[in-house]
Each structure stands twice: as structure tokens, then as C-alpha cells.
């Protein structure tokens, strides 16, 4: 059973930064992609903001591209995204999800909250 559980989310000023963490458990193979998306408030589709390919190639929201970073550590089965200079727009649950032998998996999400 793949388990994803996200941390480290909560309420920062404008410019503040978060690292968002995902612990995952259950999948057999380390090497895995893994993606961050988020949930603004009021809307109803998840939006894509980092992606880390099994290789490690990494790819970014434009939205976001020189602010976050994704990384990964295999041998914690942990996923990360680091986000510095945050903005009110960042403002959303951020979720972990990751594709594994053709199901996708999702965590329960972490609230990120940018206000003064």
C-alpha cells in the first residue's frame, strides 16, 4: 500500500520561505518520479508546480521557476520542495503525488498560507 504523507506547510509572511516535505512508504522501487501540485482556494483543478523524473530531471510551473526547488532522497523516500521568496498566490494545499506501476497516489496535503 503507497502511503504519501506531506509536512512543513503553514503561515508565512510575503518573501518568507517553507520546506515542504513528503514521506513516502510502500513503493518497492526507490527510484520513482514524483510531482508537487497545488490547490488554490476556491478552485477546483490542481495545478502542477515542480516534477522530478525518475532520473532526476526537474521542471517547474513558470509561475514558480527560480523560486522553488524540488529534490528527492532516495534513501529516506523522502520528496521535498524548498520555496523561498513566497508570494500571497502561492497561497493553496500542496499535495505529493506520485505515479507507481500506472496508478497515481496522492497525499492529504499541507496547507501553505502567504499573508502579512
Known amino acids: 500500500q503507497v502511503q504519501l504523507v506531506e509536512s512543513g506547510g503553514g503561515l508565512v509572511q510575503p518573501g518568507g520561505s517553507l520546506l515542504l516535505s513528503c514521506a513516502a512508504s510502500?513503493?518497492?522501487?526507490?527510484?520513482?518520479?514524483a510531482n508537487w501540485y497545488r490547490q488554490a482556494p476556491g478552485k477546483q483543478q490542481r495545478e502542477l508546480v515542480a516534477?522530478?523524473?525518475?532520473?532526476?530531471?526537474?521542471n517547474y510551473a513558470d509561475s514558480v521557476r527560480g523560486r522553488f526547488t524540488i529534490s528527492r532522497d532516495t534513501a529516506s523516500s523522502m520528496v521535498y520542495l524548498q520555496m523561498n521568496n513566497l508570494k500571497p498566490e502561492d497561497t493553496a494545499v500542496y499535495f505529493c503525488?506520485?505515479?507507481?506501476?500506472?496508478?497515481?497516489?496522492w497525499g492529504q496535503g499541507t496547507q501553505v498560507t502567504v499573508s502579512s
Open positions: 503525488n506520485v505515479p507507481v506501476s500506472g496508478a497515481t497516489y
Open positions: 510502500g513503493i518497492s522501487n526507490s527510484i520513482y518520479s
Open positions: 516534477r522530478i523524473t525518475s532520473t532526476g530531471f526537474t
